[in-house]
């Protein structure tokens, strides 16, 4: 099958070496012209791309079989997309019709993980939780009749202890089915919070299929960075792939002292020269 003309070979495959980014690390350019945007990440090197905004079917008013030529019109995959649907998170009579077109559009574009990317601060309390982890499950469930996986995106916010002792996010860990549902570990956050991402990986083997790659320079201002510029041993963290199940990175930033496209392509430059 072709769209305009563009094969869709490879949509599903690359390996975990090609570089990929979160798309809101561009989100100015995206802001000016989709096109442009999408045009910049490939010509800085990046295999594929992490999507967000998803609206009403449409991404920053482009319709799904837009996004996806466009995507190939450029060289770029989607193996994954952030999707923040507060009703299938939040409503207690969801009736899973916004999870099931999701699931449409994700086939579509040749996801293989939809990534739950944030709660909203009224939502984080144990019975918000529980439920969201219900949620996650049974939208895990549904997603097997299209070879797709749901993963959850942390902040640090996951790193705070619940009632039984041990953290949001290992209650999440622990109390997901490990055949669907696995975890986009934001590197950044799990460090700002005082957590060892290698640590996390030996406790939770397998379970981090997707990462964040995003740099953090020295707490107390603790800003993102350019990848190599910060205060994380990169190094070390990939050493670690294997343990953690990894398969696609994404390099991440959300501040800047230069123009964006000089720091994704300085993050390349750096995890080519010294990491990978």
Not at 15 to 28: C, F
């Amino acid at each position: 099958m072709a769209v305009g003309g563009l094969c869709l070979q490879g949509l599903h495959s690359a390996p975990a070496t090609s570089y990929g980014i979160q798309l809101y690390t561009v989100r100015d350019e995206v802001g000016k012209g989709l096109s442009g945007a999408l045009q910049g990440i490939a010509r800085a090197g990046y295999a594929h791309v992490e999507l967000y905004g998803y609206n009403q079917r449409l991404f920053f008013g482009k319709s799904v079989a837009e996004m996806r030529t466009m995507l190939l019109q450029n060289g770029l995959r989607a193996h994954s997309g952030h999707y923040l649907l507060t009703d299938m998170l939040y409503d207690k009579s969801y009736d899973w019709q916004s999870w099931k077109y999701l699931l449409d559009d994700a086939k579509m574009l040749g996801h293989q993980y939809i990534v739950i990317p944030w709660l909203d601060a009224a939502h984080r309390t144990g019975d918000d939780f529980k439920r969201i982890t219900e949620r996650i499950n049974q939208g895990a469930e549904l997603a097997k009749a299209y070879k797709i996986k749901v993963s959850y995106h942390n902040h640090d916010f996951e790193f705070q202890k619940a009632e039984n002792g041990k953290t949001f996010l290992e209650n999440l860990i622990r109390d997901t089915d490990p055949a669907s549902v696995e975890f986009e570990l934001d590197i950044y956050w799990a460090v700002y919070a005082g957590y060892d991402p290698i640590e996390l990986f030996n406790r939770f083997p397998g379970r981090f299929s997707l990462w964040h790659v995003k740099d953090m320079v020295s707490k107390p201002n603790g800003q993102t960075c350019e990848v190599g510029k910060g205060v994380i041993d990169w190094k070390s963290v990939f050493d670690a792939k294997k343990k953690s199940g990894m398969k696609y990175w994404f390099v991440e930033q959300e501040h800047y002292t230069q123009p964006v496209f000089n720091c994704i392509a300085d993050s390349i430059s750096y995890l080519k020269r010294e990491v990978l």
